[in-house]
């Protein structure tokens, strides 16, 4: 059974910086792109960032380019999502998603995309 797992969620100061892990555990990591999304409160769920099953290519979403940075460890089925120079409109529930796929040319943005979600883990940006 596919399982993931975020940790790295807490409360930040407006300017300041978190790293969001994602760790991986039933085997599928290693064929799997990587997505990460949020959901505000009264929000929908919005994509951010996504990285290919070889790491070699990644694809952000305008509002966090530049500022977010996503990577994996394929030898610890973990992905990271580096979130600098925070806002409170940062604030949400932050969520890994995992899609196995045969085309790591094709990075997936949509939610129906993904397979397998984790559980969330909170960020709040104090202003």
């Known amino acids: 059974q596919v399982q993931l797992v975020e940790s790295g969620g807490g409360l930040v100061q407006t300017g300041g910086s978190l790293r969001l892990s994602c760790s991986v555990s039933g085997g599928t990591f290693s064929s799997s792109n990587m997505g990460w999304f949020r959901q505000g409160p009264g929000k929908e769920r919005e994509f951010l960032a996504v990285?290919?099953?070889?790491?070699?290519?990644?694809y952000y979403t305008e509002s966090v380019k530049g500022r977010f940075t996503v990577s994996r460890d394929n030898a610890k089925n973990t992905v990271y999502l580096q979130m600098n120079s925070l806002t409170p409109e940062d604030t949400a529930v932050y969520y890994c998603?995992?899609?196995?796929?045969?085309?790591?040319?094709?990075?997936?943005?949509?939610?129906?995309?993904?397979?397998?979600w984790g559980q969330g883990t909170q960020v709040t940006v104090s202003s």
């Open positions: 990285i290919s099953k070889s790491g070699l290519r990644t």
């Open positions: 998603a995992a899609t196995p796929t045969l085309r790591d040319w094709v990075l997936e943005t949509r939610t129906d995309e993904y397979n397998y």
